[in-house]
T-cell receptor, first 111, second 115 residues
């Protein structure tokens, strides 16, 4: 069975601060992808960043970066210089043969 | 074009009605998905189509019937639904590689209300 666990239901940070969202996962597959998705109140699910499990280098997309620890099955998301527009629900997701999601972390960026 | 289009955006139906949700993508993706999402919950996988064949059914009740007429289209036929089936229904598509399904692109969803 594949599982994704996000242990932080809700977080708040001040604008311009750095915040880290945690995610752990479990899969018996050797090949898979990991993702972070963002879902604002507008409900559109938007891909933030992806990581291929066979790559050791951590993925980076502008202000978003991940810390991928394959042995520990950990995949955290760091948001630098947070902006008001980053306020959203963030889902960690795992994909071997299907894409499954963690329960999400609701992130509030405070002015 | 990285768009997944879902219609309708909103749907209200009675418990005896039959309706269909539609999804279309033109990215050449060969995997397509239906998810159900309740408020403040993560998307819950319902079905996966791979190369136009149903590859995963997550024990979804038979009142939900998926169909994949071709590689660009995905339908979800609804019949005799219950009020608890009211939710946001999301369609998504992705590529399949030898290393798993790549990132999914999502539509904006259909907000379904069963009365």
């Amino acid at each position: 069975a594949q599982t994704v666990t996000q242990s932080q239901p809700e977080m708040s940070v001040q604008e311009a601060e750095t915040v880290t969202l945690s995610c752990t996962y479990d899969t018996s597959e050797s090949n898979y992808y990991l993702f972070w998705y963002k879902q604002p109140p507008s409900r559109q699910m938007i891909l933030v960043i992806r990581q291929e499990a066979y790559k050791q280098q951590n993925a980076t997309e502008n202000r978003f970066s991940v810390n991928f620890q394959k042995a520990a099955k950990s995949f955290s998301l760091k948001i630098s210089d947070s902006q008001l527009g980053d306020t959203a629900m963030y889902f960690c997701a795992l994909s071997p043969d299907k894409i499954i999601f963690g329960k999400g972390t609701r992130l509030h960026i405070l002015p | 074009d990285t768009e997944v289009t879902q219609t309708p955006k909103h749907l209200v139906m009675g418990m005896t009605n039959k309706k269909s949700l539609k999804c279309e993508q033109h990215m050449g993706h060969r995997a397509m998905y239906w998810y159900k999402q309740k408020a403040k919950k993560p998307p819950e996988l319902m079905f996966v189509y791979s190369y136009e064949k149903l590859s995963i059914n997550e024990s979804v009740p038979s009142r939900f019937s998926p169909e994949c007429p071709n590689s660009s289209l995905l339908n979800l036929h609804l019949h005799a639904l219950q009020p608890e089936d009211s939710a946001l229904y999301l369609c998504a598509s992705s590529q399949e590689s030898g290393r798993g399904h790549t990132e999914a692109f999502f539509g904006q969803g259909t907000r379904l209300t069963v009365v």
